[in-house]
C-alpha cells in the first residue's frame, strides 16, 4: 500500500501475548519477496524503532520512518536535544500540510514546528554485519497535541492545588490539623496522585497555640501549648511554563535524505500511516461482532473471516468516500449523533450513518390477492447520506417498483 507521497508501508499484527517488536522484520521479509525490488519506505510505529530493525532495514537498501521511542530517546537525551529551542538559539520551523489535492497553502495555520539533525548509527543485522548509515531525526512539536496535554495538565495542577488547600480547611467534625511533618506527607501523596511533581509550590508552617487551663480544686492553673501544622499550595509559575513548554514534542526517525523527504513530508507521510487496528477493531466491536466460536470445520472458520472481511472493507470504503466528499465540498455532516441533531462531523464513520439509517423499512403486503410494496421515506439526513455515499435516490426508491 503507498501513502500520499508514493512511500509502501506495510503494518504487522502481533498474538496479543508476545512482543511486536520482532515481528516486523518477517512481515517485511514478505514485502521485499513480493515486491522484488528495494528502495522501499515503511512507515510504523515506536515499536518498528528498534536498533535491529532499522539496520536490517539499511542492510537492503531500503528506508525507514518511526517515532522513537522512550527506549532509543530517553527523557534526558530529549532534553538535550530540545535545550537551543529552550534557550532561543534554535528556532523551529512552521510545518503545514498539503491539501488532498497535494497543494500546500502558506496562509494556512501550521500543524507543528519542527526541525532536523543527523546522528550516524551503527547496530548489526540478522546476518552479523554491521551497517553503518546516517539518520536524520525529525523533532516535531504537534501544536494541537501539545494543547490537549497543556490543558489536562493544568487541570491536574488546578485540582492538586484545590485538595492540598483543603487540608487546611476546618469543618464541623474534622480533626484539628496534623503536625508539619504529616501535612508535608498528605500534600506529597495528592501531589503524586496527580503527577504534578513539582509544578506545586506548597507551604507548611507550624502554628503554636497557647491557651490557660484555668485552676480546678486542688489543681492548679496552667498553660497548655499546643502545635498543628498549617499547609498551602499554589502553582508553580515557572516550573508550570518549562513544562509546558515541554510538551507535545516527539522525535521521529529516518534514513531518508532532506532530499527525498523533507520535514514536512516526514510528518505528512507518518500522519497518512495505515492503521489496520483500526480494522481489527471493528471487527472485534459492534459492526462485526467477531467472537470466540464453536465451529470445529476449519473451513468454515475461514468462510466466515472472509465474509467479515468484505464486510469490513464496504465499512471502510464508504467512510472514505463519504469523508473524501465532505472534504471537496468543506462541509460537515449534521443529525447523525443520537440526542444531539445539531452536532455536525467532517468525519463520520459507517457505523453512525448507519444509525441514522436506522428505522428504515421494506414491507410487502399482500391485500385481495395483490402485493403490495410499501418503503419508508427517507428524512433530510437520510438523503444526505445517500447522496454523500453516491447511492442515487432513485436507486432507493426503485426498491419498491
Same mark, same amino acid.
Given at each position: 500500500m503507498l501513502d500520499p507521497l508514493g512511500l509502501p508501508l506495510t503494518t504487522t +499484527? /502481533?498474538? %496479543?501475548?508476545? @512482543?511486536?517488536?520482532?515481528?516486523?522484520?518477517?512481515?517485511? !521479509?514478505?514485502?521485499?519477496?513480493?515486491?522484488?525490488?528495494?528502495?522501499?519506505?515503511? +512507515? /510504523?510505529? %515506536?515499536?518498528? @524503532?528498534?536498533?535491529?530493525?532499522?539496520?536490517?532495514?539499511? !542492510?537492503h537498501q531500503d528506508y525507514s520512518l518511526c517515532p522513537l521511542s522512550a527506549?532509543?530517546?530517553?527523557?534526558?537525551?530529549?532534553?538535550?536535544?530540545?535545550?537551543?529551542?529552550?534557550?532561543?538559539?534554535?528556532?523551529?520551523?512552521t510545518i503545514r500540510l498539503p491539501t488532498a489535492a497535494g497543494a500546500l497553502d502558506e496562509t494556512d495555520d501550521p500543524v507543528a514546528?519542527?526541525?532536523?539533525?543527523?546522528?550516524?548509527?551503527?547496530?548489526?543485522?540478522?546476518s552479523g554485519q554491521s551497517p553503518t548509515w546516517q539518520e536524520r531525526r525529525l523533532v516535531v512539536r504537534s501544536l494541537a497535541f501539545a494543547?490537549?496535554?497543556?490543558?489536562?495538565l493544568r487541570q491536574r495542577v488546578a485540582r492538586a492545588v484545590t485538595e492540598i488547600n483543603a487540608l487546611d480547611e476546618r469543618k464541623p467534625g474534622k480533626q484539628r490539623g496534623p503536625d508539619a511533618?504529616?501535612?508535608?506527607?498528605?500534600?506529597?501523596?495528592?501531589?503524586?496522585?496527580h503527577h504534578v511533581d513539582g509544578l506545586v509550590n506548597v507551604t507548611?508552617?507550624?502554628?503554636?497555640?497557647?491557651?490557660?487551663?484555668?485552676?480546678?480544686?486542688?489543681?492548679?492553673?496552667?498553660?497548655?501549648?499546643?502545635?498543628?501544622g498549617r499547609v498551602g499550595a499554589a502553582r508553580a509559575e515557572a516550573s508550570l511554563a518549562h513544562a509546558v513548554r515541554r510538551l507535545g514534542w516527539r522525535v521521529y526517525a529516518t534514513n531518508h535524505t532532506a532530499e527525498e523527504v523533507s520535514l514536512t513530508?516526514?510528518?505528512?507521510?507518518?500522519?497518512?500511516?495505515?492503521?489496520?487496528?483500526?480494522?481489527?477493531?471493528?471487527?472485534?466491536?459492534?459492526?462485526?461482532?467477531?467472537?470466540?466460536l464453536f465451529l470445529r470445520d476449519e473451513q468454515r472458520l475461514v468462510a466466515l473471516l472472509c465474509l467479515l472481511s468484505i464486510a469490513l472493507r464496504v465499512l471502510v470504503l464508504r467512510q472514505f468516500g463519504v469523508r473524501r466528499n465532505l472534504r471537496q465540498a468543506s462541509a460537515t455532516l449534521k443529525g447523525i449523533y443520537?440526542?444531539?441533531?445539531?452536532?455536525?462531523?467532517?468525519?463520520?464513520?459507517?457505523?453512525?450513518?448507519?444509525?441514522?439509517?436506522?428505522?428504515?423499512?421494506?414491507?410487502?403486503?399482500?391485500i385481495d390477492g395483490k402485493r403490495i410494496y410499501h418503503l419508508t421515506p427517507v428524512n433530510t439526513v437520510q438523503k444526505r447520506i445517500l447522496v454523500l455515499m453516491e447511492v442515487p435516490i432513485e436507486s432507493y426508491n426503485g426498491l419498491v417498483t
Open positions: +499484527v /502481533g498474538a %496479543g501475548h508476545t @512482543a511486536d517488536d520482532p515481528l516486523y522484520l518477517p512481515e517485511i !521479509a514478505k514485502v521485499r519477496q513480493t515486491a522484488q525490488h528495494t528502495g522501499l519506505t515503511y +512507515v /510504523g510505529d %515506536g515499536k518498528m @524503532a528498534a536498533i535491529g530493525t532499522r539496520a536490517e532495514i539499511v !542492510a527506549k532509543p530517546m530517553p527523557e534526558a537525551e530529549l532534553d538535550r536535544v530540545l535545550a537551543p529551542v529552550f534557550r532561543d538559539v534554535l528556532e523551529p520551523s514546528l519542527g526541525f532536523v539533525y543527523t546522528v550516524e548509527l551503527s547496530a548489526p543485522d540478522q494543547a490537549s496535554q497543556e490543558k489536562h511533618a504529616t501535612a508535608y506527607q498528605a500534600a506529597a501523596a495528592i501531589m503524586d496522585k507548611v508552617m507550624t502554628a503554636v497555640h497557647e491557651h490557660t487551663q484555668r485552676r480546678y480544686g486542688t489543681r492548679p492553673a496552667t498553660t497548655v501549648r499546643s502545635e498543628r513530508q516526514g510528518v505528512a507521510a507518518y500522519r497518512s500511516e495505515y492503521l489496520i487496528e483500526q480494522g481489527f477493531g471493528r471487527l472485534q466491536g459492534h459492526s462485526l461482532s467477531l467472537t470466540p443520537p440526542g444531539q441533531p445539531g452536532r455536525k462531523t467532517a468525519q463520520p464513520t459507517t457505523e453512525m450513518m448507519l444509525g441514522a439509517l436506522r428505522g428504515v423499512t421494506l414491507s410487502r403486503l399482500t
